[in-house]
């Protein structure tokens, strides 16, 4: 028997101001290794806000089709796919907030972190810099 992997946070609808989305159910911290650049001039891959892994023959996957908050845990410059972009969005393509400042929850809706840099002169991140220090919440 194939293992179902079912996320379901899509259950508020009509007028989002009248059903807010104020409480985190879940959350899932952000891999550093994915949202670094490594070699200069290389791209990140991104994560995205929710792991489904791969499906097999006989899986059901519920697409996540809302998107998570963000807490920030340290200062930096973030890119993401917003909950209204299309879910093949490209780095290029993305929005990137500046300046963010650690311990800031971002009243934002993303599907993916594609990158995290450090603000201004300041020296590049490692992996380890950021890794779990970015954590979506929905």
């Given at each position: 028997m194939a293992d179902i992997t079912n996320i379901d946070i899509d259950g508020l609808?009509?007028?989002?101001?009248a059903q807010p989305r104020v409480f985190a159910h879940s959350v899932n911290p952000i891999t550093g290794v994915n949202i670094?650049?490594?070699?200069?001039?290389?791209?990140?891959?991104?994560?995205?806000?929710?792991?489904?892994?791969?499906?097999?023959?006989?899986?059901?996957?519920s697409v996540l089709s809302r998107g998570a908050c963000l807490y920030v845990g340290v200062s930096c410059n973030i890119t993401v796919v917003m909950e209204g972009q299309p879910a093949d969005?490209?780095?290029?393509k993305s929005v990137t907030f500046y300046g963010v400042t650690a311990g800031s929850f971002l009243p934002i809706?993303?599907?993916?972190?594609?990158?995290v840099t450090s603000i201004g002169e300041a020296e590049p991140f490692t992996a380890a810099d950021v890794d779990k220090r970015i954590i979506a919440l929905f």
């Open positions: 609808s009509g007028n989002e101001a670094v650049s490594g070699e200069p001039g290389s791209d990140p891959i991104g994560q995205q806000v929710v792991e489904t892994g791969i499906p097999t023959t006989g899986d059901s996957v969005t490209s780095l290029a809706l993303v599907t993916k972190v594609w990158q």
